[in-house]
């Protein structure tokens, strides 16, 4: 946990967040659609953080040069991430039906009812997160604290009154003794010990609720509450985390190659004893979290892969700027008041579909601007650093391309807002334009200067 919690990507913690690190620090993604200006962002980089400036070892460059090292690389977070996912479809029915089975031994309540009941209980607990994880905070904190506080002072009592030498467990002699008494049955209950060490990585990915240190503080506490959670999913997820960790050392800290060679030899050969040992439940029900794992995958692969086709696609068919600028400022047709918005994965070049309105339409707007959403990988964009403005051609053609950055915590505004805050975008670039803007946040493309501008939009309360 103290190496993990040290991996923080601008206080976000999880799979994502090692990810996006290695991607920032090295071209291992897949999606070739960074541009020079996404380094600018003032929270790209960690504060002193030179390794932009420094030379490629051979072993990032082989990574980066080699398209299958990349893919295993992708499927293996991908992996993590579904293991993710299915913690979070296994954990609370386990849990609530858990609870809930309680009421059998004291009431006629049978087993098709217990059920019911805790799928009431369900939907009305997802209705409340709908509306924001703070409201169900709000209301369940004082319940867990009395929980808590319920259980600390029934099992310091039960020690003290009828087992005091339970502390002996303390003491690594008696892992040696207890593998020596029970042999290859103590190596299988390692499938159950783990679930009270597995907790480390749900609790690395609150790193974006919690401070690491306070992390660190309350983890022996807080991994006892995931007694629930399916073993196998949390292995999975703590063995992936161990396996990225020796890349981050190496690409994103600078370390030698030793560091991670030792990093990966300790806790790594501990994890793949517990993970070997949680693969033992697999007939006992562990396919099942196999099955919703390899499904959850599935479906993020195909999603990147396709992303990825669409955009070589529409990178491939892109129209040469010279054969649109040979058309003339009227484009070849006939220009009408207004705005046209195009919506493109291209962050250069005139997608191949704005032909198509050239060649069916008559007429076409003044102003047409060509809209690109991308995401960085950065948790979040500050707003005064989302928009990427530059102008195509020469000014008579009036055409712009708005290139509009987001993390990938951000999230997403449907609604009259984009709308105004995309047009004074614009009219701030034209602004800065006319008064010789040549500042340090810019990139060179084919269609000319791309300036970082901050929209000021007035609202209304």
Known sequence: MVFVLSADDNGEGGIFALYALLCRHARFSLLPNQQAADEEISTYYGSGDATRNLPSSA???LIERNKRSKTALLILVLVGTSMVITIGVLTPAISVSSSIDGLVAKTSLNHSTVVMIACALLVGLFVLQHRG??????????IMILWLLSIATVGV?????????????????????????????????LGGILLCITGTEAIFAELGQFTATSIRLSSFIIELILLYSPGLACMTLAFVTTWLMPLIINFVWNRNIVFSVLFILFFGIIELVFFASALAKIPKGGWITLLLSLFFTCITYVWHYG????????????????????????????????????????????????????????AFYQVVV????????????????????????PKTYRMYRCIIRAGYKDVNKDGD???DELVMSIAEFIQLESEGYGGS???RSIDGRLAVVKASVSRST
């Open 307 to 362: 992303s990825r086709k669409k955009y070589l696609c529409d990178q491939h068919n892109k129209v040469p700027m010279k054969s649109i600028l040979s058309l003339g400022p009227s484009l070849g047709i006939i220009k009408v008041p207004g705005m046209g918005l195009i919506y493109t994965e291209l962050a250069s070049g005139v997608p191949a579909t704005f032909t198509h309105f050239l060649t069916n339409l008559p």
């Open 133 to 142: 994880t703070n409201k169900v905070a709000f209301l369940f904190a004082p």
């Open 441 to 443: 946040n810019t990139d």
């Open 157 to 189: 009592y039960n020690i003290v009154t009828w087992n005091p030498s339970v502390y002996k467990a303390l003491s690594p002699y008696y892992i040696y003794v207890f593998f020596r008494d029970t042999g290859v049955d103590g190596w299988l209950s």
């Open 370 to 393: 060509f809209v690109c959403c991308k995401t960085v990988p950065i948790p979040y964009v500050p707003q005064k650093e989302r928009y990427l403005i530059g102008r195509i051609g």
């Open 59 to 61: 072993f990032k460059s």
């Open 417 to 419: 807002d984009f709308e």
